[in-house]
């Protein structure tokens, strides 16, 4: 029974390190919390959503391809305007990361009522594409759903650390996050790296908003924003802006959310997430595997 809440943590898991990669993506270049990304997978499922419903009637793969477009488009205009009317401006009057914390809370709410007066308040059905009927595999009931976030999560996972410790943009998103200032002084833009960044960040985020409504089957004008303050704190737990550890954790997170919920209680589902983040950074306080700065 152990290994089956098991195969089941790992799947949720899979979603809370998308998310903790994309928070470790923006926190490692700007060093500000940004709390409306757990919107940007809320525009991601909606993106897929509208994707889904614009092809209707054409066959089914050039549906799914431009539901994934959609799913981009969206998540990735949603990341580049925060970049561009939000973070930029705080970044140039060099403002307090307390106030781009708050700013960004603000930019969640903001959204957040957007999505619920412009498209719909209550639940949204998603298509279901891949069978969540399980399957017996070796005695486990495994969904082919969970082995699609499995398998998702470590394509993008392994991309984005390839991404960023092998790419010329990757080496240059490091010497931002080192010294800023020392980069602009070598000719790194800056600015360009910041858009490459939230990019990077949305395109993570649309990911986790399509593997959610995949999951789930349903959308919500408020889908991201608990998942996403998990994925913070999956970040926080693996060392801020270290994108290695942020992977590691947020599977660590799906993995105590589970078998807390399996022997202690499901009515603190939601709470086990932070319980074992105090925990760790009683004993480790820059997380796990130790911040970006220390790597």
Request: one cysteine or more.
């Amino acid at each position: 029974m152990t290994a089956q809440y098991v195969v089941d943590g790992l799947a949720l898991g899979a979603v809370y390190a998308l998310l903790a990669l994309s928070y470790s993506l923006i926190f490692g270049v700007i060093r500000i919390v940004n709390f409306a990304q757990g919107e940007l997978i809320t525009l991601g499922c909606m993106g897929a959503l509208a994707g889904w419903s614009l092809s209707a009637g054409m066959p089914t793969p050039l549906r799914v391809g431009l539901m994934v477009l959609g799913a981009i488009a969206v998540s990735c205009a949603g990341g580049l305007a925060m970049e561009h009317f939000l973070f930029r401006p705080l970044l140039k009057r060099s403002s307090p990361t307390l106030l781009g914390l708050i700013a960004s809370l603000g930019a969640s709410i903001f959204l957040q009522n957007v999505l619920r007066l412009s498209i719909s308040s209550s639940d949204i059905v998603f298509p279901r594409l891949v069978p969540v009927d399980p399957l017996g595999v070796f005695g486990l009931q495994i969904a082919p759903v969970q082995f699609v976030l499995l398998a998702t999560t470590a394509v993008l996972a392994t991309m984005t650390v390839l991404f960023v410790e092998r790419t010329r943009l990757g080496l240059t998103i490091i010497a931002v996050r080192d010294n800023r200032e020392l980069a602009e002084a070598n000719g790194i833009a800056v600015a360009t790296v910041l858009r490459g960044v939230f990019i990077a960040s949305s395109l993570l985020a649309a990911a986790a908003g399509v593997m959610m409504g995949l999951y789930y089957g349903v959308a919500r004008y408020d889908m991201g924003f608990l998942p996403g303050i998990k994925g913070f704190t999956a970040c926080i737990l693996g060392g801020l802006g270290n994108v290695r550890g942020a992977a590691v954790a947020g599977i660590l997170l799906g993995l105590a959310e589970s078998l807390g919920t399996a022997y202690i209680s499901s009515a603190y589902k939601d709470g086990y997430a932070f319980v074992l983040l105090i925990a760790v950074l009683l004993l480790r306080p820059h997380g796990l595997f130790g911040d970006g700065d220390a790597r």
